[in-house]
C-alpha cells in the first residue's frame, strides 16, 4: 500500500507562516490528484486544497489568498506553504490521493500520522 508522511508543523504566532511537506510512496504520485486535508479539534475532518497532475490547483474557501499547494513530482513530495496563519488553522494536517467519485473529491490511501500546526493569539 502507499504510506503517507507528513511533516513540518509546529507552533506559531498569528500572522506566521509554516510549509508542510508530505513525501509518498506511491508509483502513481506523478499522474494523480493530490490533496491536503486538516482536522481540528471537535470536528471533521475537511478538505484543505487539491492539485492535479497538471498543476490545477483549488482551495477552500478559509485558506484561499493565504495557502498555496505545490507538488515535486521528481521527489514524490508535496507541500503546503501556509502564510498569515490565523487560529482558526490550528489543526492536524494530512495528504493524500483524491479521485472524484459520487460528485466529490474521496481519498483512496491509508491515511498518514498526520502533522499538528498550532497558531496562538
Known amino acids: 500500500q502507499v504510506q503517507l508522511v507528513e511533516s513540518g508543523g509546529g507552533l506559531v504566532q498569528a500572522g506566521g507562516s509554516l510549509k508542510l511537506s508530505c513525501a509518498a510512496s506511491?508509483?502513481?504520485?506523478?499522474?494523480?490528484?493530490l490533496a491536503w486535508y486538516r482536522q481540528a479539534p471537535g470536528k471533521q475532518r475537511e478538505l484543505v486544497a487539491t492539485?492535479?497532475?497538471?498543476?490545477?490547483?483549488n482551495y477552500a474557501d478559509s485558506v484561499k489568498g493565504r495557502f498555496t499547494i505545490s507538488r515535486d513530482n521528481a521527489k514524490n513530495t508535496l507541500y503546503l506553504q501556509m502564510n498569515r496563519l490565523i487560529p482558526e488553522d490550528t489543526a492536524v494536517y494530512y495528504c493524500?490521493?483524491?479521485?472524484?467519485?459520487?460528485?466529490?473529491?474521496?481519498?483512496?490511501?491509508?491515511w498518514g500520522q498526520g502533522t499538528q500546526v498550532t497558531v496562538s493569539s
Open positions: 492539485i492535479n497532475s497538471g498543476g490545477g490547483t
Open positions: 506511491g508509483s502513481t504520485f506523478r499522474i494523480n490528484t
Open positions: 493524500n490521493t483524491v479521485f472524484y467519485v459520487s460528485s466529490r473529491w474521496q481519498p483512496v490511501d491509508s
